[in-house]
């Protein structure tokens, strides 16, 4: 299969079939499910990463002391900030001027609150449910490469139930968009999957990480086909789902499973499979890269607005890759206002 090369421009697909995809056009909400986290990012050398005793470049969970016992041997100074992968995402569609909502679990402490306020400054409705254990964190290592390696602790967050998650109402989202990292806890993602669904929600997962994927795969093909509408991977996760080294074939299978499968490869772009059509979508700009941290995430936030707001689906990439290319040129996940202004230029053309 052939792909597309420039913005815009398209193929038929070559599959015999492809699942639809329909958005109920009397709702605006986007809703988040994920992990609360706080994130502190630091930047060191591929030596440093090795000391972690990982590999570089995937997401791992770690004990409490992990990111104290890293900081300790670190010469560097750490950035403190709200994150974790759907919260990323719905702050995103916040800025943008989206109905956005977030729902995880907090400790009642410092981070608790700091995670809640930025929230709310975001213009995100936080649903947050409480617990007696500490906020969690992820420490994420980037790279002179402006690659990152994550290291997850995940507190209040880990104690998130099914039944708390069932009890949640999706009425009024026209998506509800999933992190992979719930795949951990497998009784949580199946109650969220089936919550969004019976409420009439379209779904969004996003795979998150190749570490996730590969340690979930069966569970995850299973869950693709009966509840997931939007699939969102970069190179590596797709490979890891699909068995497909060759972007071509990875993006087939993908569209195979979900209305619309997207597959980002970094500073070449994206790629958008929808209707029996490929879209091609270049990278927003050419500027060096200093993180990557939250550069899926943010992707994600402006396609999904992109969606509700009725964009074609060309547009919504545009946006898309807007949103990654500002993320990259800042330290974290959160993107300046200037970034937020030369984004929202899309927005109205």
């Not at 007696?132 to 964190?137: D, E």
């Not at 880990?158 to 999706?170: L, N, Q």
């Not at 109650?191 to 340690?215: C, H, N, P, W, Y």
Request: proline share 3%; charged share 25%; hydrophobic share 40%.
């Amino acid at each position: 299969m052939p792909m597309a090369t420039a913005v815009g421009s398209t193929n038929h697909w070559s599959g015999e079939t492809m699942k639809r995809f329909k958005l109920d056009d009397n709702r605006d909400v986007i809703a988040g499910i994920g992990n609360a986290l706080v994130d502190i990012l630091l930047h060191e050398d591929d030596v440093f990463v090795a000391q972690t005793g990982y590999a570089k470049g995937g997401m791992n969970y770690v004990p409490g002391d992990f990111a104290d016992k890293m900081l300790a041997i670190s010469s560097n100074r750490p950035e403190v900030v709200p994150g974790g992968s759907a919260c990323n995402t719905i702050v995103g569609i916040g800025k943008l001027g989206g109905s956005a909502r977030f729902v995880g679990k907090c400790g009642n402490d410092r981070m608790g609150e700091l995670f809640e306020r930025e929230l709310r400054h975001s213009d995100v409705d936080p649903y947050l449910l409480a617990s007696r254990q500490p906020t969690g964190r992820a420490l994420s290592i980037v790279t002179p490469d402006a690659q990152r390696s994550m290291f997850t602790f995940l507190g209040a967050a880990a104690e998130m139930t099914a039944d708390e998650i069932a009890k949640c109402r999706f009425d009024d989202a026209a998506i509800v968009h999933i992190e992979g990292y719930l795949l951990f806890n497998h009784d949580l993602i199946v109650s969220a999957l089936k919550r969004a669904q019976a409420d009439g929600a379209r779904i969004s997962l996003d795979l998150a990480s190749f570490t996730v994927v590969e340690s979930s795969k069966s569970e995850l093909d299973t869950l693709v086909d009966e509840y997931v509408d939007i699939l969102i991977a970069n190179e590596d996760e797709a490979a890891a789902f699909t068995g497909y080294k060759a972007e071509s074939k990875a993006l087939e299978a993908l569209a195979e499973r979900a209305g619309i499968a997207v597959l980002k490869v970094g500073q070449r772009g994206s790629y958008i499979a929808h209707d029996k059509t490929i879209i091609a979508i270049k990278p927003a700009g050419n500027g060096p890269v200093l993180d990557t941290t939250g550069a899926g995430d943010l992707w994600a936030s402006g396609f999904l607005y992109g969606l509700v707001q009725g964009y074609a689906m060309e547009k919504c990439g545009r946006l898309a890759s807007a949103c990654g290319y500002e993320v990259c040129q800042v330290l974290g996940a959160s993107i300046p206002d200037a970034g937020w202004s030369r984004v929202k230029q899309i927005m109205e053309e």
